[in-house]
Every structure is written in C-alpha cells, then in structure tokens.
C-alpha cells in the first residue's frame, strides 16, 4: 500500500515539478513583464505544490528521504510525469498550448482528489484548487488570444495545439498504482476525467477559432517512466547543484 501510494503520489507531484522547471526557464523571457511575472508565478504556485506532495512521499518512505531526495536525487526513470510536461518551450504560443492542455486537467483533478479519503491528498487538493483556477483562466485567455488574433498569432498556436495534442489522452492512463489507489478511494479515476476534459478544451478552441486535431494516434509511456529525449536535458539542469555539490547546506 505505501510503495502504491508513494508511486501516485509521483504521479501527480511529477507533473507540476516538471513543469515548474520548464516555466521557470522562461523567466525573464516572457514578450512583456507583466505576461513573464505571471508565468514565473505559475511556476512558483507548481513547485510549491510540489513541495507538499514530496513532503507527504518522504514521510511514507521514512529513512533518509526528504523531498530534496525525491526532487534531485531521481534517476530519470523514476519520474512519472506526462511527456506533456517535458515538452520544450518552441515558442510562446507551445508554452501557453502546453500550460493550457495540463491546466485542464490539472483543475478536473483536484477537484476530484480534494474528495479523497487520503486527509493530507485532499487538502492539498483543496489548498491548490484556487491556485489552478487561476492559471486555467491565465492560459485559456491566452489560447483565444492568439487564436482569435491576427493571422501570424493565429497559425503559431494551431501548431502548437496540434503537435502537442498527441500528448493528452496520456493524461487519462492508469498505472497499476493509479488503479490500487482508486481501488482504495484515495486516488481519481481518471478515465472518468477523459469526457470532460475534451468538452472543455473544445470549447475553448472553438471560442478561440482554432480547429480541433483529429488524431487517432497518441504518445505514451511518461507515466511507466519512459520519457521523451527532452526530459534528460531539463534534468541535467533541474539536478545541476545537487549532484555537483551535494548535501551542501547554503
């Protein structure tokens, strides 16, 4: 039950380290402050999310783990995250694509788990649920933005869209942990999560005048930890301090 619950706990926590990272690389590079304090912020929002996660993952492993351990000391097959989230930020409309897409479910989620019968899980879920409102909102504004801009803005993020949709019905997999921890009414279902999701988003590209990829074919296996060839080199720089200097105490 403990490896199970440690592992979906990964799951989950994975997603928004990774995608902090990525956001954070994109500090000071937003096209205008007030967009570039806003994406640093939703970064900021995800590591601390992050922080809660690992720190309830470090009490079930019990020894010498901490949620440094668990954040820096993983080898990459060890990382559960989506390969949505390891997506490079190609340009500002993949970036927002990207955000956009995991918000989605992101939101779906957590209003799920806040219903947990795992007490620290639900009030993480509770205590983040404002935080991911927030960014859905941010990122969705966005899409319709440059979708409903000019014809520049417009093309930029139907590609992203479309390179990226190949990612997302990943999001909707189960692992056997997933399943042991939905078993036990810890963990969300969620297949359950699939409809709604595509209902949302579609309507949010539909407002925005994009297209919605048509797409029988999808990528996989972030959640078995087989990552994409981006993931390696987002960790070389996430892991830097901590394997050069490690358990320095700054």
């Known amino acids: 039950m ?14 928004a380290l990774i995608l902090g990272q990525r956001l954070g690389e994109l500090c ?39 949620e440094d351990t668990i ?7 060890e990382y559960k995250n989506v390969l949505l989230v390891e997506q490079p930020n190609t340009d500002f409309a993949y970036s927002i694509g990207r955000q956009f897409l995991y918000d989605v479910f992101h939101l779906l989620l957590l209003q799920q788990l ?24 941010f990122s969705s504004d966005w899409v319709k933005r440059l979708g409903d801009g000019t014809q520049e803005s417009k093309q930029r993020m139907q590609n992203a869209i479309n390179d990226l949709w190949t990612f997302t019905d990943e999001l909707f997999h189960q692992t056997d942990a997933d399943q042991a921890m939905v078993a036990q009414g810890i963990g969300v279902d969620a297949t359950k999560l699939k409809e709604p999701f595509y209902a949302k988003v ?8 994009l297209e919605i990829p048509d797409m029988k074919y999808f990528q996989k296996g972030g959640k078995q930890g087989i990552h994409s060839e981006h993931m390696g080199y987002l960790l070389a720089d996430l892991q830097f301090m901590q394997r050069t200097y490690p358990n320095m105490s700054w």
Do not use: C, W
């Open 28 to 66: 000071g590079h937003g096209p205008n402050l007030e967009v570039d304090i806003a994406m640093t912020n939703i970064a900021l929002d995800l590591l601390g999310q992050t922080r809660s996660y690992y720190q309830y993952a470090a009490q079930q492993l019990g020894g010498d783990a901490t």
């Open 202 to 209: 579609g309507e949010i590209l539909t407002e925005a005048t």
């Open 2 to 15: 403990q490896n199970n619950l440690v592992q979906y706990i990964y799951g989950i926590a994975d997603n």
């Open 71 to 77: 954040a820096f000391l993983r080898s990459e097959r």
């Open 114 to 137: 806040q219903f947990s019968s795992d007490e620290t899980l639900a009030a993480i879920a509770k205590k983040s649920i404002k935080e991911v409102s927030y960014h859905q909102r």
